[in-house]
């Protein structure tokens, strides 16, 4: 099922995640195990982050270029073939704009299609050293530009023609931030560049993490006043530890309430601390569902235990 029709047939609350693939050189088994413990959850899908590598490009004497591969974590489209027909659960690949060509993502996206993928989050990436284009290749610039380009194919328009070439049926994902994208000058031109990748195709969002659940609130409020219609799924991640309140903020650019510090620093081991992380979480997701939002994203990456004890909290409430 694609996200968006689950989204508008839900009847009853849902749980969905986000995962990442192993480092470059790892073991998937690990991985595999962590979405084994999350089946009895019945997870309507699972988002698969994706990283370009990051890359040192040094030119040559001839004008060619040498690269130097820094970090590299593959495996998002095999994880996703194993996540929908060995675990039967729907997976949503992150789909990136930097370091790649319009061609390679074309050649990705018709890959995806071969593998029965429908579902896609077109994000633009962190920006980072990436390999420089080719003069005469192009490249989508901001996720915009993607999540056209995904509109395109379901269209029909490929960037060459192609034969037989038949319309794809993704469902189109994207991100957006309660607190704004770090780089935009101030909430209402963040809202108008959510509004205009919907304008180009985007069938939902799901939103930066948060801790403070009315600027969720606030930022759809002010979304939809703004004319965007579409469903924007609220995305949290369970704080485990002291060093997320230093962390999150630098690394995501969000604010963490002063109520969640003060009972973070409190806690006297790193089991009190996982604790008030999922108090903390589950007082969000109440505060959700008692506000009207029957589904809920949660940032797990590999580690599921925080988030499988959350569950066992919050489905006494379900």
Not at 121 to 135: F, V
Request: charged share 25%.
């Amino acid at each position: 099922m694609r996200v968006i029709d689950h989204l508008q047939s839900i009847k009853n609350p849902s749980v969905s995640v986000e995962i990442i693939p192993p480092k470059r050189g790892g073991s998937v088994q690990r991985l595999h195990s962590a979405i084994e413990s999350i089946l009895p959850f019945h997870p309507p899908f699972i988002d698969v982050t994706s990283h370009a590598a990051e890359v040192m490009w040094e030119e040559m004497k001839d004008g060619s270029f040498k690269k130097k591969v820094k970090r590299k974590s593959p495996g998002t489209f095999g994880l996703c073939a194993a996540i929908k027909y060995k675990f039967n659960l729907e997976p949503v690949p992150h789909l990136l704009c930097g370091g790649f060509t319009r061609e390679e993502t074309e050649d990705a996206l018709i890959e995806l299609n071969y593998l029965g993928i429908e579902n896609i989050l077109a994000i633009r990436g962190d920006k980072t050293s990436h390999r420089p284009i080719p003069q005469d290749r192009s490249t989508n610039h901001f996720a915009v530009d993607l999540v056209k380009q995904l509109h395109n194919m379901n269209e029909g328009h490929y960037i060459d023609d192609l034969i037989d070439a038949d319309k794809t049926n993704f469902c189109i994902g994207v991100s957006c931030y309660p607190e704004k994208h770090f780089e935009a000058p101030n909430l209402e031109f963040d809202l108008l560049m959510l509004k205009q990748k919907e304008e180009a195709g985007a069938h939902y969002a799901v939103s930066q993490m948060f801790y403070d659940t009315s600027k969720f609130l606030d930022f759809v409020s002010k979304a939809r006043a703004m004319g965007i219609k579409m469903p924007i799924i609220p995305g949290m991640k369970i704080m485990t530890s002291k060093d997320h309140l230093r962390s999150l903020p630098s690394f995501f650019h969000i604010d963490i309430p002063t109520e969640l510090t003060e009972r973070m620093l409190a806690a006297k081991t790193r089991s009190e601390e996982i604790q008030v992380g999922i108090d903390w979480a589950y007082r969000q997701s109440m505060e959700l569902l008692d506000a009207g939002y029957p589904y809920l994203h949660f940032y797990i990456m590999q580690n599921t235990k925080p988030f499988l004890a959350f569950m066992e909290k919050l489905g006494k409430k379900l």
